[in-house]
């Protein structure tokens, strides 16, 4: 598998929205964008509104996509490294 | 008069975009900075220059990448497992309703020469019969016998009942780009029919032999752009442009003149 570990398991809700806040705050999230071509920022396009989301995968862990420097810069608070598993169907 | 007729606007590399792009319903052009919204580079917004809506992420770490990578002297979007997502589950139903459509894609699969994992293209139906939609994807799964595969299922919302299934081992190259292309037509009655696909200028060779009706009804998933519904099996590479025509103008001269644009504009084969 070429994609290095970027993701990670929480336990509960809570303990992922208790790293989340704080990481949210630092980015200065929520924020607009900018035009790449103007370079302007757009109110009206669509905003930078979380940092992460969390998900479930198909044995039920609940898991969000972490960067590695969001890793080195939040470890408190931070889960457990995870593979999420996703079923594709086979025929 | 007639080439006249069917060319729009000269491009980056001179390459001229068909005329009838004007009406697809999705044509993504990462080389169009006007059309991206970014911070840092993290792109939040793809505009579309189609007809449908434009593609979003809100979440930052899922965002792709902007301006760090070019083909052929032109901006690309840089995917490391992100997607973004349409909006409107009924306007992506043509995909799998039985109108005829085609895609073709300036992609690159993966950063390595085995990645031994699933990427998406786009989808609406992530990985389950069961599901309504299509989905399009690279598949190298060592574990399920899968080499270099190019991947293109319709599902209509009845487990292992499948409107369209065309899959080709060793088709697709990682880590370089390639034009991915196909016509397909859900409702054919001809099995074989139901879908062309090729990679570059090579089709592929293994047919379509489901024969199940497609459904009517709205996909399962908000399209995703690199991912296949549902966020599963996002994409890490590199998306350059992706179109996606429809209807009448959904013909193989016109599939073959927006491969002839693509390969022009970011000289890939």
Known sequence: MERVLMYYSWETIEAFEAWHGPVMTALGIPFANRNSKTGEIDEDATWTTSYTELREDDNSVKFAKVEDEIVERFAKGLGTAHTPYFEIEEF | MILLGILASAGAGGAVAPSFLTSAPLWLDASDSATITQSSGSVSQWDNKGTLENFVQVTGASQPTTNATTLNGLNVIDFAAD???????????????????????????????????????????????????????????????????????????????????????????????????????????????????????????????????????????????????????????????????????????????????????????
């Open chain 2, 83 to 269: 997607f973004m997502n349409g909006q409107t589950l009924a306007n992506w139903k043509f995909m799998h309703d039985g109108t005829k459509y085609f895609i073709a894609s300036v992609v690159k699969y993966g950063v390595s020469a085995n990645p031994d994992t699933v990427f998406s293209l786009m989808g609406t139906s992530s990985f389950r019969s069961a599901n309504i939609g299509a989905y399009f994807v690279y598949d190298d799964r060592s574990s399920s016998s899968r080499t270099d595969r190019a991947v293109w299922i319709i599902f209509r919302g009845v487990s292992a009942s499948i409107a369209v299934a065309a899959e080709a081992d060793n088709f697709i190259t990682p880590n370089e780009f390639s034009v991915q292309s196909a016509l397909l037509d859900p409702s054919n009655a001809t099995a074989a029919d139901r879908i062309d696909y090729y990679s570059d200028g090579t089709q592929g060779t293994a047919d379509n032999t489901r024969t199940a009706s497609p459904s009517s009804s709205n996909p399962s998933y908000t399209i995703q752009l690199g991912a296949g519904g549902n966020s599963e099996f996002p994409l890490t590479g590199s998306i350059a442009e992706l179109i996606v025509v429809s209807g009448s103008d959904a013909t193989e001269t016109n599939r073959q003149a927006t491969v002839d644009y693509l390969n022009t504009k970011w000289s890939v084969f």
